[in-house]
């Protein structure tokens, strides 16, 4: 069961602030005093177990304060610490470190722990906090590439964290189908369906042009036959000049647009836009599906206008005063609320901005009972969410509730040769092309081992290498080499007795077994930091350096010895390995395989 126990690092804290808080106790000044009980802890894991296991800068935080000795200071604290079986040493070192080593007993109740929560060691119970995560989000103009790959890994891992540390979370994808690209997908089908009846013509350079619009037209010639069919002459007759002829590609192909509504109908137009939208949004969800990506909704933007959500926003901004009319448009009051400039919410045409739109939509988030709005969305969105939060203030809706994560690009590499990616032009590898080459597992983890804030390039050839460079095959080499381990035991005749194991952890004393047993300790600390920053590159690196520190266990130390006491201690020790490994893998979306 999740569990609201603090971990080692809060209960290591909690004995440091009660020692600070007694410490402060014989201070003279009530008003210092006070203000010593009010300073954050702060601990950090040593790098090198004969420094202990924790250290604390507490002293020198107070030194100014204080106006003492930092190493004094630290005297202090020590000395007024709490009577508990945790700590086993407490030193001061260097300018004044409160340097702390955990007995033995506490990493070995760490390893029942694990046997005993098993999958759910490390996370929390539920905290009574929702959260929306939107992810992927992609126009579904076109199958999903790379770029959104790396979304889709990084929006589900923050999702798993999130959920592992009692949140409740709602995975969400914003359907753009209601805007101007949608117009352009929908002549772009028409017009490569028309190329099917041997009408030829320039195609426009604005126009999406991967296969998959092929696919689309043929299967509206086989459900409509000719019926949106129309004479060459009078589709392209008077329109504006194309790009590749001097003209304005985005003026050409809107202009199209007009003329294929008019040449066919407005209900025509439809049916092809829909065709198109549903084709491309059945492959967008199969081919996530498949990544192991799920969400909860597809929110359609087509319901903003649908059910007057928009217009329901407006009436907010309107009742409070923040919306005021200027050259013939309404502008939101943005500036009142923090943001670099008033923001355009209905045109000098009537019609609502893009920005009219988002803060309906996140409003509709809110209304739908969620505590936290997580938007991920693409680096182009710097300046988003300043505006987007502002319009939810001037509702009513609290400022903390909305955080958006920005994601650099992914940078494709075959070799050294950079591969260059357009939806617009159909030069692009598709996520699924992606995961055929190199595997769902690889591309997972590949996507979440650098920051969302820093860019990717993604190395196909070491993606798919069978070594240790190759950093998924590294981690589930380990998962796979423990596995082996227990195979073992059968084909030697013997078995793994855990309780008995379990009894005898005080045998786990080589050192390479101690620093396994503590690694497997900061598990759950890691989780919470790692959910805390929306990081899941930092748990792809303890997860490498718990993979390290049991290669290094399994090459310095024999398992299956005769002495049953030691063999099934060492046995619990890589049970509980293979059981956080898992653990891990589960939340960045990986498999465990036992077999390599």
């Not at 702390?100 to 506490?106: M, N, P, Q």
């Not at 929560?117 to 539920?126: E, F, L, M, S």
């Not at 709602?170 to 002549?187: K, S």
């Amino acid at each position: 069961m999740p569990s609201n126990a603090p971990h080692l690092r809060q209960q290591v804290q909690g004995l440091i602030k009660t020692a600070v808080e007694k410490y402060s106790s014989s201070l003279e000044d009530s008003d210092l005093a006070t203000e010593v009980r009010s300073k954050d802890v702060h601990i950090e894991r040593t790098r090198d177990a004969k420094f202990g296991d924790f250290a604390s800068n507490m002293a020198m935080s107070l030194t100014k304060m204080l106006r003492k000795n930092p190493r004094e200071i630290a005297e202090h604290i020590i000395a007024a610490f709490p009577d508990n079986d945790l700590i086993e040493e407490l030193t001061v070192a260097g300018p004044g470190f409160i340097n702390l080593r955990l007995a033995a007993h506490v990493y070995h109740n760490e390893l029942l722990n694990i046997l005993h929560n098993g999958p759910d060691y490390g996370k929390q119970a539920a905290n009574n906090q929702s959260v929306l995560v939107e992810f992927v989000s992609a126009n579904p103009t076109g199958p999903l590439h790379v770029g959104h790959g790396r979304h889709a890994a990084y929006g589900d891992s923050v999702s798993n964290l999130l959920e592992a540390t009692g949140y409740a979370v709602h995975r969400e994808y914003y359907v753009n189908d209601a805007g101007r690209q949608m117009q352009i997908l929908a002549v772009s089908v028409w017009l490569r369906y028309l190329e099917l009846y041997q009408v030829a013509f320039p195609f426009p350079a604005n126009a999406y042009k991967g296969d998959y619009i092929v696919e689309i037209a043929n299967k509206l010639k086989k459900q409509h036959g000719t019926g949106f069919v129309k004479p060459f002459e009078k589709i392209f007759k008077n329109l504006p000049d194309d790009e590749p002829e001097g003209g304005d590609k985005d003026e050409y192909i809107d202009a199209l647009a007009v003329r294929c509504k008019k040449l066919i109908g407005d209900q025509a137009f439809n049916i092809i836009l829909d065709a198109a939208l549903e084709s491309i949004l059945a492959d967008i969800k199969n081919d996530l599906h498949e990544f192991g990506v799920s969400h909860d909704e597809w929110f359609s933007e087509r319901r903003l206008v649908d059910e007057g959500l928009i217009q329901d926003a407006l009436d907010k901004l309107e009742a409070n005063g923040t919306v005021y009319e200027k050259d013939g448009a309404k502008w939101f009051k943005a500036t009142q609320y923090d943001d670099e400039k008033d923001r355009v919410v209905v045109r000098e045409n009537g019609v609502t901005t893009y920005f009219a739109s988002d803060i309906a939509y996140h409003l509709s988030k809110r209304q739908r009972g969620n505590d936290l709005l997580l938007d991920i969305l693409g680096s182009d969105h710097h300046g988003y969410q300043a505006r987007v939060r502002a319009g939810l203030v001037a509702m009513g809706e609290p400022a903390d509730s909305l955080e958006v994560r920005l994601m650099q690009f992914a940078n494709l590499y075959r070799g050294k040769q950079k591969i260059q990616m357009s939806t617009r032009s159909g030069s692009f590898v598709t996520l699924r092309e992606l995961r055929q080459e190199v595997g769902n597992d690889a591309a997972r983890l590949f996507y979440v081992t650098r920051s969302n804030e820093q860019h990717l390039d993604f190395d196909l050839e070491l993606a798919k290498k069978r070594d240790n460079e190759n950093p998924v095959y590294y981690l589930q080499y380990a998962h796979a080499r423990i596995c082996s381990v227990f195979a073992q035991l059968a084909e030697q005749g013997m078995t793994f007795e855990q309780e008995l194991g379990q009894q005898h952890l005080k045998l786990l004393a080589a050192p390479q077994e101690m620093q396994l047993t503590r690694s497997l300790s900061r598990y759950p600390e890691m989780l919470d930091a790692c959910a805390s920053n929306r990081a899941p590159h930092t748990l792809v690196q303890y997860l490498r350096d718990l993979a390290n520190d049991f290669h290094s266990c399994y090459n310095a130390n024999k398992v299956l010895v005769e002495e049953e006491e030691l063999r099934n201690a060492r046995l619990c020790l890589y049970q509980a390995t293979r059981q956080v490994l898992q653990n891990g893998f589960a939340i960045i979306g990986i498999s465990a395989p036992e077999k390599m």
